[in-house]
């Protein structure tokens, strides 16, 4: 590609206005590309998508100032340098989806690794949350929960502890294996279960980041105790839409 830097950066921009709104207007949920359609932000081609609740309104497992934090400088950071580097390896957003980017990452460089994980791990975790949590699942994802774990409180004891042992920086996750069946583990850093080098593999359903930066500021060193708080704020009826895609 000789096109020089303003007119690639036109391109994507364009190009990205009409995919944005494809994506948005096929389903609410899961396009996590989040291609940008925002005239004032140049060439960023990567957003995040707007909370849907309020800093403060996590409170009961999470503070405002963590989640402010979290969203205003961390994530952001991740879908900044994710946009980055896909104008540094000339990857074509328009014909290559965030997922299928995640799935060949180890044909990518480490800031693609780290930021596209990063990109996609947070958009997916923010819209996992809720202050007006169900507290507990329901239908067809309550009776896979049971058949594939054996009851809900066994779910949540593996979950916990795929985050409690998760060495240093990484995400506890659910996913649907290839064979329809649900699987908890986790992953270091930013890493997913949709990227190629991942030894768990499946479609994400529900991730918990276990960073530092996530939970420090109000648990410190307790770990555990921000797992357990996080269970009275999931979205369960977004994990449900997950599974039934
Ligand atoms: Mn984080």
């Given amino acids: 590609m000789t096109m020089k830097n303003t007119s690639r950066r036109a391109f994507i921009t364009d190009a990205a206005k009409t995919t944005a709104a494809i994506a948005l207007s096929a389903t609410v949920l899961p396009a996590f590309a989040n291609r940008n359609n925002d005239k004032n932000s140049g060439s960023i081609p990567y957003k995040q998508r707007p909370l849907l609740y309020g800093y403060a309104d996590l409170e009961i497992a999470i503070d405002a100032m963590t989640m402010e934090i979290h969203y205003t400088k961390h994530a952001a950071a991740y879908a900044k340098n994710l946009g980055e580097a896909v104008v540094a390896e000339k990857v074509d957003i328009n014909s290559v989806s965030l997922e299928s980017l995640l799935g060949n990452i180890s044909k990518y ?26 507290q507990r699942p329901e239908g067809k994802l309550l009776a896979q929960i049971e058949k594939d ?9 593996k979950f916990a502890d795929a985050g409690k042992t998760r060495f240093g920086s990484g995400w506890a996750w659910l996913v649907l294996d290839k064979n329809n069946k649900l699987v908890i583990g986790s992953t270091p850093n930013q890493d997913n279960p949709l990227m190629d080098v991942s ?47």
């Fill in 109 to 134: 460089s480490a800031k693609m690794r780290n930021n596209g994980g990063g990109h996609y791990n947070h958009e997916l975790f923010w819209q996992s949350l809720t202050p007006k949590s169900s």
């Fill in 199 to 245: 030894e768990l593999k499946g479609t994400p359903l529900l991730g918990l980041d276990v960073w530092e930066h996530a939970y420090y500021l109000k648990y410190q060193n307790k770990r555990p105790d921000y797992i357990n708080a996080f269970w009275s704020i999931v979205n369960w009826e977004v994990v449900a839409k997950r599974l039934e895609q």
């Fill in 149 to 157: 774990f054996g009851s809900f409180d066994a779910f949540k004891t």
